[in-house]
C-alpha cells in the first residue's frame, strides 16, 4: 500500500484524512481525486498543496473512464472512497444525486478495482445504514434498516462493495462511522452551522424537541480509525468507528452558546426534521480488538472546534453565500 487515490479528499473528513496520512505515512502517495460539488473545497487542501507526496485530480466518482485513466497515470494500488453526497436534509430535497453517486459512484469504484487488480478498496460507510437504537449499540452483524434517501443510499453503496468481495474475491474493507465533528466541516452540518450562525447573533435551528442523541467523533479519530483498519483490518470485514461520547443535540447547541457568550434566546426550536431518527449507537468491540481507541475527548475536541471556526472566518464567512443562501432559504424559512 503506496499510492492512495482517495476520492472525496477536498470534503470535510477526506480533507483531515489527508493531512493525517500525509504525517503520519511520509513514503506514501497521495492522489486526490474529487468533483468538487458544492461541499468540496481545494481550500480545504491548502496545506498540503506543495507536499511532493500529493496531487489533486478533479473528476467525478460515476465516470468510469476518468477514474480508471486516473489510477493508471498514478500507479494507484489502494481506493480510500470518502466521495459522497452527505446532508441528509438535502436528500430529503433532492434524493437524485445521493442515489447517483452513493450507489452508481460506489459501483464504479468496485469495476474499476476489480479490472486493475487493485489491493484494497475501502470504503467510507456511516452509522445511519442501521437506522436509529433508542439503547444499546449496534454490532456490525447487525440488520441494516436505513431511513433516510441519504442513509438508504450508503447502504445501497455499502452491499455492493461487500456483494464484490463476497462474489470476485475483491480485497475491501469498510467502516462505518458516527457523526464526525472538527474543523473544515460544511457549515450546513449542525455543530458548524450552529457555531457559525452564533457568531452571527443569528437564530440555532433546533430540529423537534432538540432530544435526539448523536455520538460525537473527532474527526482525527476518524482518521487514525481508517488508518488502522486499512492496515489491520481484515478483508471482506466491516468496522464500526465510535467515540462514546453521546449528546444530545439540544446539550451541544446550550454548549456552543455559553462558549461563545451568546444568550441561550438564540436557540429557536423549528419543525423536526422528516424521519429524524432519534438515537444512533454503535458497538467498537471489533475495532478496539485492533489495537485503536479514541484520543480525543469532547470536552477537547469541541473547544478546538470552536476556536477553529473563530479563527477560520475566512474560510466559512464565502461559503454562506450563493447556493449556501439558496439551500439555506429552501431548507430554513419556511420553518
Ligand atoms: P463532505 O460532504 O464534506 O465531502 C464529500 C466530498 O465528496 C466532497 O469533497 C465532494 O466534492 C465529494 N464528492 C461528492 N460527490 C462526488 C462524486 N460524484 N465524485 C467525486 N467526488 C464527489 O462529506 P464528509 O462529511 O466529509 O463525509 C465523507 C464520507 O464519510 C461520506 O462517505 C459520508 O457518508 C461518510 N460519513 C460522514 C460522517 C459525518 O459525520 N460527516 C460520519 C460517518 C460517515
Ligand atoms: O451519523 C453519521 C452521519 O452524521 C453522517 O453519515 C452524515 O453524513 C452526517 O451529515 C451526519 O448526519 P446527521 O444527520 O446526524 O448530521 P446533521 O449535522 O445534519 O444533524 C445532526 C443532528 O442535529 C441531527 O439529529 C439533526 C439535528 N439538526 C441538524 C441541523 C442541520 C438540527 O437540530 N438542526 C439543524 O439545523
Same mark, same amino acid.
Not at 438508504?152 to 469498510?174: D, R, W
Not at 456552543?256 to 423536526?272: H, R
Given at each position: ?74 500507479? %494507484? ?12 436534509? @438535502?436528500?430529503? =430535497? ?21 479490472? =486493475?487488480?487493485?489491493?484494497?478498496? #475501502? #470504503? ?34 455499502? =452491499? ?53 442523541? @448523536? ?25 464500526? %468507528? ?24 438564540? %436557540? ?43 479563527? #477560520? ?23
Amino acid at each position: 500500500m503506496r499510492n492512495l487515490l482517495v476520492t472525496g479528499g477536498a470534503g470535510f473528513i477526506g480533507s483531515n484524512f489527508v493531512h493525517y496520512m500525509l504525517e503520519k505515512h511520509p513514503n506514501y502517495r497521495i492522489i486526490v481525486y474529487d468533483k468538487l460539488t458544492y461541499a468540496g473545497r481545494l481550500e480545504n487542501l491548502e496545506r498540503v498543496t506543495a507536499h511532493p507526496h500529493y496531487a489533486f485530480v478533479q473528476g467525478d466518482i460515476c465516470d468510469m473512464a476518468k477514474v480508471r485513466e486516473t489510477i493508471l497515470a498514478y500507479d %494507484i494500488d489502494t481506493i480510500v472512497n470518502f466521495a459522497a453526497e452527505t446532508h441528509v436534509d @438535502r436528500s430529503i =430535497l433532492d434524493p437524485d444525486a445521493f442515489v447517483k453517486t452513493d450507489v452508481y459512484g460506489s459501483y464504479v469504484l468496485c469495476e474499476v478495482a476489480k479490472e =486493475l487488480k487493485l489491493e484494497r478498496l #475501502h #470504503h467510507i460507510s456511516t452509522d445511519e445504514v442501521y437506522g436509529p437504537i433508542p439503547q444499546g449499540a449496534f454490532r456490525e452483524t447487525d440488520p441494516f434498516r436505513p431511513t433516510s434517501p441519504y442513509a438508504s443510499s450508503k447502504a445501497g453503496g455499502e =452491499l455492493l462493495v461487500l456483494s464484490y468481495f463476497i462474489t470476485y474475491g475483491l480485497p475491501i474493507t469498510i467502516t462505518r462511522g458516527v457523526n464526525t465533528y472538527g474543523p473544515y466541516q460544511y457549515p450546513e452540518k449542525a455543530m458548524p452551522l450552529f457555531i457559525t450562525n452564533a457568531l452571527d447573533d443569528a437564530p440555532l435551528p433546533l430540529y423537534g424537541d432538540g432530544l435526539q442523541v @448523536r455520538d460525537r467523533l473527532y474527526v482525527t479519530d476518524h482518521a487514525s480509525a481508517v488508518d488502522v483498519v486499512l492496515h489491520h483490518g481484515q478483508l471482506g470485514e466491516a468496522y464500526n %468507528i465510535a467515540a462514546d461520547c453521546e449528546k444530545t443535540n439540544s446539550e451541544v447547541a446550550r454548549m456552543i452558546v455559553q462558549a461563545l457568550d451568546k444568550p441561550e434566546s438564540l %436557540i429557536q426550536p423549528v419543525k423536526d426534521r422528516a424521519a429524524h431518527d432519534v438515537r444512533y449507537a454503535l458497538d467498537i468491540t471489533k475495532l478496539r480488538s485492533l489495537g485503536w481507541a479514541p484520543q480525543v475527548s469532547f470536552e477537547q475536541g469541541f473547544a478546538q472546534t470552536i476556536q477553529w471556526y473563530v479563527e #477560520h472566518q475566512d474560510w466559512w464567512r464565502p461559503i454562506k453565500s450563493g447556493e449556501y443562501l439558496e439551500y439555506y432559504r429552501r431548507q430554513y424559512v419556511e420553518r
